[in-house]
């Protein structure tokens, strides 16, 4: 009772207090033109404080476009020298994608502040579709297993709150006490049960990747006897929590109160968000907008049925396959771009790589879906071979993703069950649609595409990624494709 009343206050407060901002942002949808034009000011402020404009200040758009449009590797020598930002850094945020090398992204106040005003949005418009009674919730990004944090970066999911938000946030969230004693992801999985069942009260749960939740899920269910037994101590190890008698491990009976669940849900996460829809049958599960480490560039708005732009805190630009770039205000409906991006936090112009394509307008504005990465690109003999196509080609099958295989200059389809030739040649079939795959099959360049069963392919996959590519499983955007896979390791480790 006293939860619930306090609950209902805090909700109260929360609404009473930011509802403003996000009617400001909706009122700001309906004219996507001058919000991005007094975006871009704001972005110009910063740019033209900081070293970098020394001797060239941009004071116009027209002078901003005459900046070069560059990625990472390109800024990061000004980047590690301060010269993109007003002040020196003090905080950064390591990138740990599935592609490329990790990467140190500034995170200054002004930056913060836009993923702050991104998480005041969209949990006001929760609020406003969805009624809860407790409003607990767990709130991660993913773990972080290392001895000591001296390095920058961002020590806990907290801390893209802020402080004044975690503050009155702090009595709703759920969180493993002493994080920093874990060292491994079994022991973090087995307390991150033990504190979510023993909650009986969680309503909430947000966290980046699907697969962190279908995995925990599956995690739960083989070790049955060893979280009952916990569970009933209230004990495990040196972590004490709610003790509770638990008889049946259903997703009902685990978290009786859950509401909503919030995750990626595009693309890439595609197939372990209606994994999770058919664990989670009777629970909102709402697909997360596009938020790059970079910067946080869209928000899923209940109304509008799609992701809008969080064009009030970045300003936003869309290149074509042909090299036209366009202002959010001019893009179309139904066409993909790739996104590029201009922050509050020292990255003009900057080049993402990923692809977007315009689902439909909200009020004026174009609501964006994440389409894909642009240099998603195999190519073991010439046949440049796009994630897209592999995406394409799997339609309708059972296949799971496909690893280039250097050695046997071949295509590998993973999948629980061997395919069918049916299946393979449906496959290939769409392949060939590619030009340069399909000389590279009639030149014999490539061998015909093989079907290999792996059981729990999917898990051994995100277990491969963490332990041997160091990328944590809440940052795993596994796609089809897995292109930077060609080298055989990624194969025999499958395979054990």
């Known amino acids: 009772?006293?939860?619930?009343?306090?609950?209902?206050?805090?909700?109260?407060?929360?609404?009473?207090?930011?509802?403003?901002?996000?009617?400001?942002?909706?009122?700001?949808?309906?004219?996507p033109k001058d919000t991005q034009l007094n975006t871009l000011e704001d972005i110009l402020e910063i740019y033209n404080h900081s070293p970098i404009s020394k001797d060239?200040?941009?004071?116009?758009?027209?002078?901003?476009?005459?900046?070069?449009?560059?990625?990472?590797?390109?800024?990061?020598?000004?980047?590690?020298?301060?010269?993109?930002?007003?002040?020196?850094?003090?905080?950064?945020?390591?990138?740990?994608?599935?592609?490329?090398?990790?990467?140190?992204?500034?995170?200054?106040?002004?930056?913060?502040?836009?993923?702050?005003?991104?998480?005041?949005?969209?949990?006001?418009?929760?609020?406003?579709?969805?009624?809860?009674?407790?409003?607990?919730?767990?709130?991660?990004?993913?773990?972080?297993?290392?001895?000591?944090?001296?390095?920058?970066?961002?020590?806990?999911?907290?801390?893209?709150?802020?402080?004044?938000?975690?503050?009155?946030?702090?009595?709703?969230?759920?969180?493993?006490?002493?994080?920093?004693?874990?060292?491994?992801?079994?022991?973090?999985?087995?307390?991150?049960?033990?504190?979510?069942?023993?909650?009986?009260?969680?309503?909430?749960?947000?966290?980046?990747?699907?697969?962190?939740?279908?995995?925990?899920?599956?995690?739960?269910?083989?070790?049955?006897?060893?979280?009952?037994?916990?569970?009933?101590?209230?004990?495990?190890?040196?972590?004490?929590?709610?003790?509770?008698?638990?008889?049946?491990?259903?997703?009902?009976?685990?978290?009786?109160?859950?509401?909503?669940?919030?995750?990626?849900?595009?693309?890439?996460?595609?197939?372990?968000?209606?994994?999770?829809?058919?664990?989670?049958?009777?629970?909102?599960?709402?697909?997360?907008?596009?938020?790059?480490?970079?910067?946080?560039?869209?928000?899923?708005?209940?109304?509008a049925k799609g992701f809008t732009p969080l064009l009030n805190e970045v300003f936003m630009e869309f290149r074509t396959k042909e090299g036209q770039v366009f202002n959010l205000w001019e893009i179309k409906e139904g066409e993909v771009y790739e996104i590029i991006i201009s922050q509050k936090g020292g990255l003009y112009r900057y080049c993402l790589k990923d692809l977007i394509i315009v689902t439909h307008f909200y009020k004026k504005t174009p609501c964006i879906d994440f389409y894909g990465r642009r240099d998603a690109l195999s190519d073991l003999v010439g046949e440049k071979l796009h994630e897209l196509d592999i995406r394409d080609a799997f339609k309708g099958t059972s296949a799971q993703f496909a690893i280039p295989d250097q050695r046997d200059s071949r295509y590998i389809i993973i999948s629980e069950e061997i395919l069918t030739q049916a299946e393979l040649q449906r496959i290939e079939k769409r392949l060939r649609e590619n030009y340069h795959y399909n000389n590279a099959r009639e030149l014999d360049q490539l061998k015909p595409l093989k079907s290999i069963s792996i059981q729990n392919g999917e898990k051994k996959l995100s277990e491969y990624m963490e332990n041997i590519r160091g990328i944590k499983k809440g940052d795993q955007k596994l796609g089809q494709l897995l292109y930077r896979e060609s080298d055989g390791k990624l194969l025999a480790a499958l395979s054990l």
């Open 1 to 31: 009772m006293i939860r619930s009343f306090l609950s209902s206050l805090f909700q109260y407060l929360y609404k009473l207090l930011f509802s403003s901002k996000y009617e400001n942002f909706l009122k700001s949808l309906e004219n």
């Open 56 to 303: 060239c200040k941009v004071k116009t758009l027209e002078d901003f476009k005459a900046l070069p449009i560059r990625d990472y590797n390109e800024m990061e020598s000004e980047i590690k020298n301060n010269l993109l930002y007003p002040r020196p850094f003090t905080k950064f945020e390591k990138t740990s994608g599935s592609s490329g090398k990790n990467k140190m992204i500034p995170y200054p106040e002004s930056l913060l502040r836009s993923f702050r005003n991104l998480f005041i949005i969209w949990s006001i418009d929760i609020l406003k579709n969805i009624k809860f009674k407790t409003l607990v919730f767990y709130f991660s990004i993913s773990p972080q297993f290392k001895e000591s944090s001296d390095d920058g970066a961002m020590s806990t999911d907290r801390e893209y709150l802020g402080a004044f938000l975690s503050t009155i946030g702090h009595s709703f969230f759920v969180e493993i006490p002493n994080l920093e004693r874990v060292k491994n992801s079994l022991e973090f999985k087995m307390l991150l049960s033990l504190h979510l069942i023993s909650n009986r009260k969680l309503e909430i749960i947000s966290i980046w990747s699907p697969s962190f939740m279908t995995e925990l899920w599956s995690f739960i269910l083989e070790n049955q006897d060893e979280i009952s037994r916990a569970l009933s101590k209230g004990q495990y190890e040196s972590w004490s929590f709610t003790p509770i008698q638990l008889n049946e491990f259903s997703p009902k009976n685990c978290f009786p109160s859950l509401k909503f669940i919030s995750t990626w849900g595009s693309q890439n996460a595609i197939y372990h968000y209606d994994k999770l829809k058919t664990i989670f049958k009777d629970i909102t599960i709402q697909k997360k907008g596009l938020l790059a480490t970079e910067a946080p560039i869209t928000i899923p708005i209940f109304e």
